[in-house]
Nanobody, 126 residues
Framework: QVQLVESGGGLVQAGGSLRLSCAAS????????MAWFRQAPGKEREFVVA????????LYADSVKGRFTISRVNAKKTVYLQMNTLKPEDTAVYYC???????????????????WGQGTQVTVSS
């Protein structure tokens, strides 16, 4: 079992920044690729970004490339999402997911992820 807890969400004006954190507990964190997904009201959960267990591989959705940066510190069992130049369309609940993958995999399908956090709300005002 892996438990994930997201934090760092909030209300920010367009053009602003936020940093989300996802703290893991339980099984060996470094065996897991990690990802951020988001879900806006009335929409399906969508892929944002993923990072391999080592941090050596990342995969970004086109909508966030150049604005968002994912990173991880395995010793702290934490993955981060730095979000810059936020837009109103970034408003959503952001979830982190863990995918058991001791290889350099980064997957964008939500069904690949075995564990999920409870989510943190990000609201970007115009």
């Amino acid at each position: 079992q892996v438990q994930l807890v997201e934090s760092g969400g909030g209300l920010v004006q367009a053009g602003g920044s936020l940093r989300l954190s996802c703290a893991a507990s339980g099984r060996t964190f470094s065996n897991y690729a990690m990802a951020w997904f988001r879900q806006a009201p009335g929409k399906e959960r969508e892929f944002v970004v993923a990072i391999s267990w080592s941090g050596g591989s990342t995969l970004y959705a086109d909508s966030v490339k150049g604005r968002f940066t994912i990173s991880r510190v395995n010793a702290k069992k934490t993955v981060y999402l730095q979000m810059n130049t936020l837009k109103p369309e970034d408003t959503a609940v952001y979830y982190c997911g863990a995918d058991y993958s001791p290889h350099e995999d980064t997957r964008l399908a939500s069904y690949e992820y075995d564990y999920w956090g409870q989510g943190t709300q990000v609201t970007v005002s115009s």
